[in-house]
C-alpha cells in the first residue's frame, strides 16, 4: 500500500474530501488525484504541511503503514477519566452526606423516645414510692 492509499484511508476516517483536506492542510488543489492516480510521489514538504495539519495521525504509519493510524491522546483520556472519577466521587459525597442527614434524624428520634420512656419511668417510680 502507498503513502497516498493509507493518506485517503485517513481522509475517510476524518470523513474528510480530498479537496476539504487539501485545503485544510495548505496543499495545491488537485495535488491528492495526481498522487492517486501515481504521478509522482508526496514530497516532504507536503509531508510537514499533512503532519502540522493532523497532529493526531501517526506519521509512521503513514509512511510505513506499520503501526496504528491515529495517535491516542494519552493526557486527554487522563483528564477525562479525571473528570468520571471526580463525578462520582461528588455523586459518592452527596449519598453519604444524605446518609449522614438520616442518620442524625434517626439518632435525634431515638433520643426523644428515650426521653419520654425516662419520664414515664420516673412517673412510674414515683408512683411507687408513695404508693
Not at 493510524?69 to 463525578?87: A, G
Request: with cysteine.
Amino acid at each position: 500500500m502507498r503513502i497516498i492509499d493509507r493518506l485517503y484511508i485517513y481522509m475517510d476516517f476524518k470523513g474528510m474530501t480530498a479537496y476539504a483536506f487539501e485545503r485544510t492542510c495548505g496543499i495545491a488543489n488537485g495535488y491528492l488525484k495526481k498522487q492517486y492516480n501515481g504521478k509522482g510521489s508526496i514530497g516532504s514538504d507536503i509531508l510537514e504541511k499533512i503532519h502540522h495539519h493532523c497532529p493526531d495521525m501517526n506519521i509512521a504509519w503513514l509512511l510505513t503503514g506499520e503501526g496504528e493510524m491515529i495517535i491516542r491522546d494519552l493526557d486527554n483520556e487522563l483528564k477525562e477519566d479525571e473528570k468520571k472519577y471526580m463525578t462520582i466521587k461528588d455523586e459518592m459525597i452527596t449519598i453519604l452526606q444524605n446518609q449522614i442527614a438520616l442518620l442524625e434524624k434517626h439518632i435525634a428520634d431515638k433520643d426523644k423516645i428515650i426521653s419520654i420512656l425516662e419520664a414515664q419511668l420516673k412517673t412510674t417510680e414515683r408512683v411507687i414510692k408513695n404508693g
